[in-house]
């Protein structure tokens, strides 16, 4: 990964993409300006739905230039690490409400040499993080409740990230947005601090990996957008 740096990072994920044909839905939205590929893991437990599991982290690696961002919605977290670090992930997810020990999951997913990110349920206040903030190097808000794709984004989740925002101070933390991102909410989240924007629906939408100009039109509307926010 790139030095830290908090400029506005766009992060499609794959959950919104053709299934069929993820490799070169991947490279497509990295062409067309994607910052990050973010990969929604889902168990059918945590969660009421199942996506799909270090198998096809690794099958997408190598389609990947740039960062692949695997979010953990699943429970129990820790026996699964290995497998993700294995295929590839430059970060590394788990939720907060996971289990009952998350600095350890944090700490193995650190000892692995992957960037460590801690995620929030939009029923858990920004203050659960106040004891781990040394030990991560991303905080994602779920701006939707986790388990599908194109829900409605949850405005009072907004409050929360400038919390988060104020709690870092200087750290080098990346605080991360998942769920309901498009050009009408981006802003608001830009503004109160985020720098990691997933966006799924709202980026593939409109094209397809072998006509991809929608996702860069997209992409660079999302990104003006939360640019502009932040002044």
Known sequence: MKAF????????????????????????AEAQGADWIHVDVMDGHFVPNISFGAA????????I??????????SPVDAYLQGFVEA????????????????????????????????LNPGTPAEAAAELLG????????????????QKFIASQVEKVRRLRA??????VHIEIDGGIDPVTAPLVAEAGADVLVAGSAVFKGGTATAPEGYGKNIRAI???AEAARG
């Open 135 to 150: 030990d991560v190097d991303l905080i994602c808000v779920m701006t939707v409740n986790p388990g599908f794709g194109g």
């Open 223 to 225: 990104r003006a957008a």
């Open 167 to 172: 709690m870092l101070g200087d750290r080098p």
């Open 5 to 28: 740096d908090r400029s506005i990072k766009i992060a499609p994920s794959i959950l919104a993409a053709d299934f069929a044909n993820f490799g070169a839905e991947c490279a497509a």
């Open 56 to 63: 096809t982290c690794a099958a997408i690696r190598p389609h």
């Open 88 to 119: 590839g992930a430059d970060v590394i997810t788990a939720h907060l409400e996971a289990g009952p020990h998350v600095h350890r999951t944090l700490q193995a997913i650190r000892g692995s040499g992957v960037k460590a990110g801690l995620a």
């Open 65 to 74: 230039k740039g960062v692949m961002d695997v979010h953990l919605m699943i």
